[in-house]
């Protein structure tokens, strides 16, 4: 039940003033947002692809209610790439990004976010990496699935997210596998009506499997997003079956979370991915791991009510 009411917080201001400036939620924060700046989350990333993991990195924020946020958006991430190409870590790191980040709920938004995302792509390209289109709320998916496609027609690597609890995507991943796209699969993350989205658990996990069946069998690159033990053991079933190769799909998972599980598939050979998030407007992204893991809000509550 805590999760939706913490959902729900996640897009209210008041909550965001009130989490954000509280002293004790650093530490928290910290287990998932390794860093706010770029030098401080390049030596986690050292440290990630020095144990055999890939990284996607993600400069945090979202919802931006100004041009000039979008263009700061864009600048963070060239920055980023400009100092992955650097140290030499193009092969190892890619980008995700969050197109509300890059201006898509804008007035004109949509060609906004298309002409701030292209460059970074265009930069990501010539260091030998690539992005990924993270998937927003529903009402956004048209805009990122058509600025994803204008984007492979230059870019063809260029990845998107799909959510398996949504009735919609059933069809995009058939396009998408079709097309031969790279596709992330989660379940979702946010709060969405039931008009649009199954709320059970259960049809949420059994519609995961649907989908990542439909990816396996298809011509992209499947990247199956979650640290379920479960969907990971029939995620491995479906690539065999598919008669995959081990670097004809990926596993990826949050930074902070399951660990251990992250090395344990590397070390089995699997191409591991750690979805690596850093900046200084990590409230949208913390609360989403707060309403993931309710236990995570009690560890958060303790840590305030004991200082
Ligand atoms: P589930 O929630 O059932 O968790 C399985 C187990 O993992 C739990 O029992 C627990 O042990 C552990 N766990 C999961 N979340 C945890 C947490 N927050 N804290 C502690 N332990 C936790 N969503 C979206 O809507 N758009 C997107 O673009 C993305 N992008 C994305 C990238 C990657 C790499 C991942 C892994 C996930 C996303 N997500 C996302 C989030 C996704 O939709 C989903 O909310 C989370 O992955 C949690 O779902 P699981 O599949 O892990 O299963």
Redesign the pocket.
């Known amino acids: 039940m805590l999760g939706p009411v913490i959902l729900a917080a996640s897009r209210s201001d008041k909550m965001r003033r009130i989490v954000s400036a509280a002293p004790v939620t650093k530490p928290v924060v910290n287990r998932f947002i390794p860093g706010e700046t770029v030098d401080q989350v390049i030596p986690i990333v050292e440290d990630l692809t020095q144990a055999g993991l890939e990284v996607?990195l993600d400069v945090v924020g979202e919802d931006i209610t100004e041009v000039e946020q979008s263009h700061a958006a864009r600048d963070a991430y060239l920055q980023l790439i400009e100092r992955l190409a650097e140290l030499g870590l193009g092969e190892k790191a890619e980008m995700s990004v969050k197109l509300s980040m890059f201006g898509q709920a804008l007035e004109g938004g949509h060609e906004l976010a298309l002409a701030n995302v292209r460059p970074v792509v265009e930069a990501a390209a010539a260091i030998g990496t690539t992005v990924t289109l993270?998937?927003?709320d529903h009402t956004t998916l048209d805009s990122m699935f058509a600025i994803h496609e204008e984007l492979r027609k230059d870019f063809p690597q260029t990845g998107c997210?799909i959510?398996a609890y949504l009735f919609r995507t059933e069809a995009d991943a058939r396009r998408l596998a079709d097309n031969g796209s790279r596709v992330?699969i989660?379940?979702?993350?946010?709060k969405e009506p039931a008009e649009v989205a199954y709320q059970d658990k259960a049809e949420i996990d059994k519609a995961y499997v649907r989908i990542l069946k439909i990816l396996m069998d298809g011509e992209g690159y499947p990247m199956i997003?979650?640290?379920?033990p479960r969907?990971i053991a029939i995620g491995q079933e479906l690539a065999r079956k598919a008669g995959r190769k081990l670097d004809e799909y990926e596993f990826?998972?949050?930074y902070g979370?399951?660990s251990e599980e992250h090395l344990r598939l590397a070390a089995e050979g699997h191409r591991m991915r750690v979805?690596t998030a850093y900046g200084t407007d990590w409230y949208g992204y913390f609360m989403?791991?707060l309403a993931?893991?309710p236990a995570?809000l009690l560890f958060f509550v303790r840590s305030m009510i004991t200082k």
């Open positions: 996607t993270d998937a927003e997210v959510q992330r989660v379940k979702g993350a946010y997003g979650s640290h379920d969907l990826q998972m949050l979370i399951r979805y989403r791991r993931e893991k995570n």
